[in-house]
């Protein structure tokens, strides 16, 4: 199998690929969760805007680092040339949002003949407010502009004429997940301060481990498919709080653990076009988007290997290691 991750130095492609080596760089236990699957026939190809980047953090992996950027059709068609499957995993600021509907179009284009299957991480904003729990069925009602971008994204790619698999992820967190919305629920709780989130915290919401988020994307791409196919990955309903004490138990600090209302953030998002952005997410977490795993446990054996009591553990010793 030839592969292609892209946006191998983000959070899921680069676990994707610590998937694919079957190496826990990341690991800080020796944890068997990783289904080694290069063997000496198989090609891992990364497509990456800084090579440097990724070496830092896979120095000696058996990888072919393609460097270009995702906007750039010539770079583009060089890296998806002779791959089977290609994990599409790159990802633009919340500020360029629109940017990833285009470097979709442009993925598409670049393709040609090859006809690899694509598999994209989906995420729960484009369903809008569903009966829970959201299967792969559940129709899209994307409810805000960046919710609307994600949907938009999704029909480029699944209407493109080779096969996708789009695999519905609830929100990563682990080592080297680093982004504005899951950080202070470690890192606050690693320096022993409170936490105050910008959406309700007492409501269901599930969160997957990364490592078992990759491992999603790949056990589909592992099947042979000529048809697009669709799947949602549940773990377990939880609450931003609980998920958050989990952390001080395991930084073995204390804190509160505050949600603001609707309305406070409405309010802040007049006066800072970062809020204004954020708030266009924060729908996931006023609402039950909790999600059934059924067709995919069923049709290519998936479940998630790490429970929050470790993953969560895991998380608080990496950002202790790396003062993040
Ligand atoms: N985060 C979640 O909780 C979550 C949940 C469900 C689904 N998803 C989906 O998973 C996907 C990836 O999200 P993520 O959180 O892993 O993203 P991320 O950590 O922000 O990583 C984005 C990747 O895209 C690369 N990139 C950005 N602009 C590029 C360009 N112009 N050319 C080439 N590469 C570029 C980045 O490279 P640099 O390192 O050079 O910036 C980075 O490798 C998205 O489709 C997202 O919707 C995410």
Redesign the pocket.
């Known amino acids: 199998m030839r592969y292609l991750v892209?946006?191998?130095?983000?959070?899921?492609?680069s676990a994707v690929v610590e998937q694919i080596l079957g190496s826990r760089a990341s690991e800080p236990d020796d944890v068997p969760e990783a289904d080694p699957r290069l063997g000496a026939d198989d090609v891992l190809r990364v497509?990456?805007?800084?090579a440097d980047?990724f070496r830092d953090r896979f120095p000696d992996a058996p990888v072919e680092v393609a460097e270009?950027?995702?906007?750039t059709p010539i770079d583009v068609r060089s890296a998806v040339a002779d791959v089977d499957v290609v994990v599409h995993?790159?990802?633009?600021p919340i500020a360029r949002y629109h940017q990833?509907v285009e470097?979709a179009r442009l993925l598409v284009t670049a393709v040609g003949e090859d006809r690899p299957h694509l598999v994209f991480?989906?995420?729960t904003w484009v369903f809008g407010s569903p009966d829970p729990p959201i299967t792969p069925t559940t129709p899209f009602d994307p409810p805000s502009r960046l919710a609307r971008l994600?949907a938009e994204t999704d029909a480029v790619l699944t209407n493109a004429p080779f096969p996708t698999t789009v695999v519905h992820?609830?929100?990563?967190y682990g080592p080297y997940?680093t982004?504005d919305l899951v950080r202070p629920l470690f890192a606050r709780p690693v320096a022993g301060n409170s936490v105050v989130f910008p959406a309700p915290v007492d409501v269901p919401h599930e969160f997957v481990y990364v490592a078992d988020a990759a491992r999603a994307l790949l056990a589909v791409a592992g099947e042979e498919t000529a048809e697009n196919r669709r799947y949602t990955v549940g773990t377990e309903p939880t609450t931003v709080r609980k998920f958050v004490r989990r952390a001080y138990d395991a930084a073995g600090t204390d804190g509160r653990v505050w949600g603001l209302p609707p309305w406070v953030v409405r309010v802040a998002a007049l006066f800072s076009d970062r809020v204004r952005a954020v708030a266009d997410i924060l729908h996931v977490f006023a609402t039950d988007v909790t999600m059934s795993g059924a067709a995919i446990r069923e049709d290519v054996g998936f479940e998630p290997r790490v429970g929050y009591r470790e993953g969560v553990r895991r998380t608080v010793a990496w950002y202790d290691s790396e003062g993040v």
Request: charged share 10%; with cysteine.
């Open positions: 892209t946006g191998a130095t983000g959070a899921i492609g497509f990456v805007r800084n980047r270009g950027n995702a906007l995993c790159v990802n633009f990833n470097a991480p989906g995420n994600k992820l609830p929100d990563f997940v982004n």
